[in-house]
């Protein structure tokens, strides 16, 4: 996971400055284990280490915590570690359970004990699907044909993805109130646990800013996260000493900046939590604010929702949601909060010499709303 070269400036600069250490994540630990548990179900044999392939393409190797074996099915599992991130599921034992299915069924997730299943809409999966992200599934997917291909395998398999004490954590977690039922998410864009830790993460958020001073650069972006890294990079070609990692933390980009100015401030993030710093929240971490969906219906009325529609949005069960129901009736939501999330930036800034625009992005990472230049 090192790198050859030292950064120079965003997110990989940020994240060595706080001298925290990363961990991996619940994706990360349940594609580990399917790789051993289908490895075992072809060959006999549990790889211990085993070796995967992140999206990025670090290649991290797990140790293996449980190995088992019958006459149709594997079980492996890994215990997660979250690095120095104050994780509610670090230490959690991620098994995965793989069982041969016939030719043509493909990869068909199932969610054992400890896994929750989504029982309302607004979330990137639809009801009734056990909670493994888009992302996570990707990546299972992916190993599962390697396997496949290395050792004869079909890829035809039916994993079984299963937390110890998963129901009991998820207890601490958004999941009950957002309609994840009956345990954790399987969670994870990069496979990579980003510590967070207040301190330091906004003394990096300085640096970074400094850092692109320094580099002369007079346009930088204050990104949420890895993949509104990547939207604001397709977006305006920055290079990566003008990206900072700001993660939940707007005030601190925002006050910064409004010391230490550049030309233009680009923030981008996704929908739900710039709707967050729309309604004026400067920490955006779930922990210390969370999306107001009557603020967002009176941001579609502003935009020519009806009341029926308004009163919709504002029941939504999460931000996603809401901006569903906009988008179906041609209402620009997304526009709107990117355009308020802008002007609470410019608030903070305090006439600063700074032009700020705002884009917001779904869990793809697709542009769902944008605001102009001010």
Same mark, same amino acid.
């Given at each position: 996971?090192?790198?050859?070269?030292?950064?120079?400036?965003?997110?990989?600069?940020?994240?060595?400055?706080?001298?925290?250490?990363?961990?991996?994540?619940?994706?990360?630990?349940?594609?580990?284990?399917?790789?051993?548990?289908?490895?075992?179900?072809?060959?006999?044999?549990?790889?211990?280490?085993?070796?995967?392939?992140?999206?990025?393409?670090?290649?991290?190797?797990?140790?293996?915590?449980?190995?088992?074996?019958?006459?149709?099915?594997?079980?492996?599992?890994?215990?997660?570690?979250?690095?120095?991130?104050?994780?509610?599921?670090?230490?959690?034992?991620?098994?995965?359970?793989?069982?041969?299915?016939?030719?043509?069924?493909?990869?068909?997730?199932?969610?054992?004990?400890?896994?929750?299943?989504?029982?309302?809409?607004?979330?990137?999966?639809?009801?009734?699907?056990?909670?493994?992200?888009?992302?996570?599934?990707?990546?299972?997917?992916?190993?599962?044909?390697?396997?496949?291909?290395?050792?004869?395998?079909?890829?035809?398999?039916?994993?079984?993805?299963?937390?110890?004490?998963?129901?009991?954590?998820?207890?601490?977690?958004?999941?009950?109130?957002?309609?994840? !039922?009956?345990?954790?998410?399987?969670?994870?864009?990069?496979?990579?646990?980003?510590?967070?830790?207040?301190?330091?993460?906004?003394?990096?958020?300085?640096?970074?800013?400094?850092?692109?001073?320094?580099?002369?650069?007079?346009?930088?972006?204050?990104?949420?996260?890895?993949?509104?890294?990547?939207?604001?990079?397709?977006?305006?070609? !920055?290079?990566?000493?003008?990206?900072?990692?700001?993660?939940?933390?707007?005030?601190?980009?925002?006050?910064?900046?409004?010391?230490?100015?550049?030309?233009?401030?680009?923030?981008?993030?996704?929908?739900?939590?710039?709707?967050?710093?729309?309604?004026?929240?400067?920490?955006?971490?779930?922990?210390?604010?969370?999306?107001?969906?009557?603020?967002?219906?009176?941001?579609?009325?502003?935009?020519?929702?009806?009341?029926?529609?308004?009163?919709?949005?504002?029941?939504?069960?999460?931000? !996603?949601?809401?901006?569903?129901?906009?988008?179906?009736?041609?209402?620009? !939501?997304?526009?709107?909060?990117?355009?308020?999330?802008?002007?609470?930036?410019?608030?903070?800034?305090?006439?600063?010499?700074?032009?700020?625009?705002?884009?917001?992005?779904?869990?793809?990472?697709?542009?769902?709303?944008?605001?102009?230049?001010?």
């Amino acid at each position: 996971m090192t790198s050859t070269s030292e950064p120079k400036g965003g997110r990989g600069a940020q994240l060595k400055h706080t001298g925290l250490r990363p961990g991996w994540t619940t994706g990360a630990c349940a594609t580990a284990a399917t790789t051993a548990a289908y490895t075992a179900l072809l060959t006999g044999d549990f790889p211990d280490p085993v070796t995967i392939t992140l999206p990025k393409g670090q290649t991290p190797s797990f140790a293996l915590a449980v190995e088992s074996r019958d006459a149709g099915s594997a079980t492996a599992g890994v215990v997660k570690d979250a690095g120095d991130d104050p994780d509610v599921t670090h230490g959690a034992l991620v098994r995965s359970t793989v069982r041969a299915l016939p030719p043509g069924s493909g990869v068909v997730f199932r969610a054992g004990p400890g896994v929750g299943t989504v029982t309302r809409p607004g979330l990137p999966l639809p009801v009734g699907e056990p909670a493994i992200n888009p992302v996570p599934r990707e990546m299972i997917r992916a190993h599962v044909a390697r396997v496949a291909a290395a050792h004869g395998g079909s890829g035809d398999v039916e994993v079984t993805l299963s937390i110890d004490h998963g129901e009991e954590i998820a207890r601490s977690t958004w999941n009950p109130r957002l309609g994840i !039922l009956g345990g954790l998410s399987v969670l994870g864009t990069t496979g990579i646990v980003v510590p967070y830790s207040c301190s330091a993460w906004i003394d990096s958020i300085r640096r970074g800013v400094d850092v692109a001073r320094a580099a002369g650069r007079t346009h930088v972006a204050g990104c949420t996260g890895s993949t509104s890294e990547k939207t604001v990079v397709r977006e305006h070609a !920055l290079p990566e000493d003008a990206l900072l990692d700001m993660g939940d933390f707007a005030g601190a980009v925002l006050k910064y900046i409004r010391r230490h100015p550049v030309d233009r401030l680009t923030l981008c993030g996704g929908f739900a939590k710039l709707s967050k710093l729309a309604a004026g929240h400067l920490d955006l971490h779930s922990g210390r604010s969370q999306v107001d969906k009557t603020f967002l219906a009176e941001l579609a009325r502003r935009g020519g929702a009806s009341r029926e529609l308004a009163a919709e949005v504002a029941a939504a069960n999460t931000g !996603l949601a809401a901006l569903q129901l906009c988008t179906a009736a041609g209402v620009p !939501l997304g526009d709107l909060v990117a355009e308020e999330a802008r002007d609470q930036a410019l608030l903070v800034l305090r006439g600063a010499p700074v032009a700020v625009d705002v884009i917001c992005i779904d869990r793809a990472g697709d542009v769902v709303g944008r605001s102009g230049i001010r």
